[in-house]
């Protein structure tokens, strides 16, 4: 058998235009490092493994590859395969290393370790030499809510309009907007996160609906969502506050708490309190909830008129009816 294999040795040697002693003595070479060649291997595969999770990591913060990075990290999982498929024939030749009749195939395979060795040093300099392979996904500023317009209906719009100058004036951070139900608290914010000015001030525009149940986890989610933030299913809230501070720590936010109910503690939920010029609206029924929560002004919202009462239910109702 070893005489077979020496003569296919050497038809293969000599179609390459190499001598059979040469051919021999390469052999020999990977079959003394058939070990080290393996190991080798394997450390190269952990270290690009690692590169590759590391990638991953960026990816769940609602991040996108992009298509270069997409085949890159398919490439690196074909290389994955291949190294256990080597890493199995490896520990299959292990077992019979008594055999002296494996020396041609633990050399062939050193030697197709050696080359997957090389292979993956290549990818794992490609990752390195690419900077841009993770690409935000941002979020629209504005995520445009239908409602009545406010403009026309000045019972309503001077309240919008308050609360712009109030914007306007960067040492204020937190404005209060209060009133009994149905004076048009909602219209007024949802008219906020419309606008065209707020737009411009703005990167993004948050809009929240807390309703009557303190739940800091319900604020977080609809944060996250319109951040684009990938949460997996049981992560501390503790960690997703973390989370949305750092997504926001260096965007100017208007952020628009409508209909609380109770005090609620911005810093749990992740809010930074950043010197970009970031500002908090929220509106709630209760003077004293807007007031001890530390708002640096109060708007406060007075009973609509019946004609813009009348305007808002014909906006919401349709114009089938006679005027």
Known sequence: MLEEAASAAAVEGYKDGRGIFSYICQKIDYANHFKVNFEEMKEQAGKLKATRHDLEAKIDRMNRLTNVREAWNSRVEVAEQEVLELERKYNKETVHAW??????????????????????KVLLEEEKLDDGGVVKRSPEPVRVIDAPRTKGKPSLHWAVEEILGNIREREFKMIGLWGSVGTGKTTVMQ???NSEEVKKIFDIVLWVSVSKARNIEKVQNAITQRLKLKVEGGRDPVEIAQLINDELEGMRFL????????????KEVGIPSNDKGSKVVFASRFYDLCHDT???????????????????????VGRTMEV
């Open 294 to 316: 530390g708002a640096d002004e109060l708007v406060h919202m007075n009973r609509l008129s019946d004609a813009d009462a009348y305007k808002i239910f014909k906006e919401k």
């Open 191 to 193: 008219n906020l996160n």
């Open 255 to 266: 952020l628009l708490l409508d209909e609380v109910w109770d005090h609620l503690n911005l």
């Open 99 to 120: 055999r002296y009749a494996r020396f041609w195939s633990r050399a062939n395979l050193s030697k197709h370790m050696a080359k997957k060795r090389e292979k993956l």
